[in-house]
Nanobody, 124 residues
Framework: QVHLVESGGGLVQAGGSLRLSCAAAGRSVSSYTMGWFRQVSGKEREFVAGINWNGAITTYADSVKGRFTISRDNAKATMYLQMNNLKPEDTAVYYC?????????????????WGQGTQVTVSS
């Protein structure tokens, strides 16, 4: 069992930055693939970024590539999403996720554990 808690969301002006954190607790958390997803009310959850167990492999949605950076600190059992040059279309609830043996990091159905979400709002 893995428990995930997101934090760091808030209100920011377009062009600004935020850093989201995902604190993880459980057995062998450092062995898990982890990712960030986001969801707007009335729309399907969409992939944002993913990272493998040691951070050697990262994947980004085209919409955030070059602006967002995913990272993890296994010693602290924490994953991060640095979001720069934020745009109003980035507004959503952001969710942290984790799973084992994930071959396609962008597929939400392959992740086993999810956090409660944190709201990110970007004003124009």
């Amino acid at each position: 069992q893995v428990h995930l808690v997101e934090s760091g969301g808030g209100l920011v002006q377009a062009g600004g930055s935020l850093r989201l954190s995902c604190a993880a607790a459980g057995r062998s958390v450092s062995s898990y693939t982890m990712g960030w997803f986001r969801q707007v009310s009335g729309k399907e959850r969409e992939f944002v970024a993913g990272i493998n167990w040691n951070g050697a492999i990262t994947t980004y949605a085209d919409s955030v590539k070059g602006r967002f950076t995913i990272s993890r600190d296994n010693a602290k059992a924490t994953m991060y999403l640095q979001m720069n040059n934020l745009k109003p279309e980035d507004t959503a609830v952001y969710y942290c996720a984790a799973g084992l043996s994930i071959s396609f990091l962008s597929r939400s159905g392959l992740y086993d554990y999810w956090g409660q979400g944190t709201q990110v709002t970007v004003s124009s």
